[in-house]
């Protein structure tokens, strides 16, 4: 019984202890509850006082910025008054101009209508008054008119031809003298010292011990030298000096400079003379476009083409006359630029002119062309303009003159060669008879070198041996002494030696 008791005191106490759990929870809820909604209301109540305060802060700046804008408003509108006022006013000003004008305009129909009656009252007035000078002179006014037409072109005519007569005759009086003052002024202002080009070159040596190294066993330095140059090399008596003879001055510069290079090498045998020979050559050329650049910065000429350049370089080896022709033509295209500006010409254009007016002569081609007309060809197609190329082209009057340059060149090109001492007629005409001796042994097939060497007295033919045999060697020799015989004159005999050499070439590597 016990056990059951206090088992019931076990339970009773346990349901009495869970009641009394859950009223503590309930009681503590209740206060959670109270207190939350405390801490609510106070949150509550601080936003509520945070909003009222952005609020009032948004609302002061949102009168500040009203009130700006409502002053702005006011001043604008006091300024629109102002600016009503003043278009006010000016439009009152306008509609009394435009009364004015109106009573102008009106003032100014009637008095136009009154000028146009009194015009009319003229007019009549002045027929009648031609009427009564008609009847009275016996002649329309359009006779009379004629009249003293005519009478004026005669007078006017007359008085024409006098001043035109008087003018004409002081310019005979005045044009000889004014002429003559230009060239003299042009050729004191240009005047230069003329060098005439010679046919020979002496190369100075050391010792006459080098002569020997020079000529070779049994003469094959020297033989080879004159093959590969076309100069005739003579190696006589004369102390310390070798004369290279040849009418091409361009060979005789490559001939000297050839052996001014072998002699300071020491290294003298027919492989290395070709071999010299043939840089040398290369050196030629380019010293020669060299000479023609130098010559147009001297000269104050720009924008030429290269082959022009290369041929006014080429001119330096080319003489006329005996006169040097680069110098001729340095000395022309001066002459041509003083003359220009004292005619009132461009001065720049003439020297271009002048300097170029030469160039046919020195051209790699040889057609049957004066030398005027070829350089005016080669101008063109190296793109110079019309008048230049007429002034080349026509300074030997081969072809018209179109343009005030043209006679200026062609006169300073006379003063030029004119002068006492700057040329001779006879070089330039051994010259003509030695180049026309290379060029007909040059038109066989299979030739490839032509020299004329002892002052044209021997021709020498260098043939291709892969195009000639021997036998044909014999025959062209013999055939180019009957060609020259028959079209050429010259005095004594011309001898032809026809060379043909066969050479095999290998390279070890």
């Known amino acids: 019984m016990e056990i059951i008791f206090y088992i019931l005191a076990f339970l009773v106490g346990g349901i009495v202890a869970v009641i009394v759990l859950l009223l503590v929870q309930q009681f503590r809820g209740k206060s959670i509850i109270v207190t939350a909604k405390a801490e609510g ?29 409502t002053s702005k408003l006011q001043s604008q509108e006091a300024k629109l008054n102002q600016k ?9 000003k306008i509609l009394k101009k435009e009364n004015e004008l109106e009573n102008i305009k009106t003032h100014l129909e009637n ?9 009319q009252e003229l007019d009549k ?13 016996g002649l329309s006014a359009e006779e009379a008119k004629n009249a003293m037409i005519e009478s004026l072109k005669d007078e006017a005519k007359t008085a024409a031809m006098q001043y035109t007569n008087e003018i004409m005759e002081e310019a005979r009086m005045n044009a000889n003298k004014e002429a003559k003052k230009v060239i003299i002024n042009s050729i004191q202002r240009v005047a230069s010292e003329t ?14 011990e080098i002569k020997g190294r020079i000529i070779g066993r049994e003469g094959r330095n020297i033989r080879a030298l004159e093959a590969a140059t076309g100069v005739e090399i003579v190696v006589d008596d004369t102390p310390e000096a070798i004369v290279l003879s040849a009418f091409d001055p361009v060979r005789r510069e490559i001939a000297r400079l050839s052996l001014h290079q072998l002699v300071q090498d020491g290294r003298i045998h027919p492989a290395r003379i070709e071999e010299v020979v043939s840089k040398v050559t290369k050196q030629i050329e380019e010293e020669i476009v060299e000479i023609g650049k130098r010559t147009t910065i001297d000269l104050g000429i720009h924008g030429l083409h290269p082959e022009l350049v290369r041929l006014i370089g080429k001119m330096k080896y080319r003489s006329s006359y005996g006169q040097n022709l680069l110098q001729h033509a340095r000395e022309t295209a001066n002459l041509c630029a003083v003359m220009a500006s004292e005619l009132g010409l461009n001065p720049k254009k003439a020297r271009r002119a002048g300097l170029l007016h030469d160039i046919g002569k020195v051209a790699d081609e040889e057609p049957e062309l004066p030398h005027a007309l070829l350089g005016m060809k080669i101008a063109q197609r190296c793109g110079e303009k019309p008048d230049i190329c007429n002034a ?28 006492p001492g700057a040329r001779r007629e006879i070089v330039e005409a051994y010259i003509k008879r030695l180049n026309d001796l290379e060029n007909l042994a040059m038109s066989y097939p299979g030739v490839q070198k032509t020299y004329a060497i002892q002052a044209g007295r021997e021709l020498r033919v260098i043939v291709g041996a892969d195009k000639i045999s021997d036998k044909e060697t014999e025959m062209l020799s013999g055939q180019i002494a009957q ?14 030696t026809v060379i043909r050499e066969v050479r095999s070439v290998a390279v070890a590597k």
């Open 392 to 419: 080349i082209g026509a300074h030997h009057d081969e072809v018209e003159m179109q343009t005030m340059i043209a006679p200026v060149v062609q006169a300073c090109d006379a003063i030029s060669g004119a002068r």
């Open 483 to 496: 060609k020259i015989q028959d079209e050429m004159t010259y005095p004594g005999q011309v001898k032809i």
């Open 41 to 69: 209301e106070a949150i509550k109540k601080a936003k509520l006082l945070e909003v009222k305060e952005k609020y009032i802060q948004l609302k002061s700046e949102f009168d500040k910025q009203a009130n700006s804008r």
């Open 125 to 137: 007035l002045h027929q009648k008054a031609i009427e009564k000078l008609e009847s009275i002179a």
């Open 195 to 208: 060098a005439i080009e010679n046919a020979v070159t002496v190369f100075q040596i050391e010792s006459d």
């Open 111 to 119: 008095q136009l209508e009154i000028a146009e009656k009194k015009d």
């Open 84 to 92: 009503e006022k003043l278009l006010v006013a000016q439009e009152e």
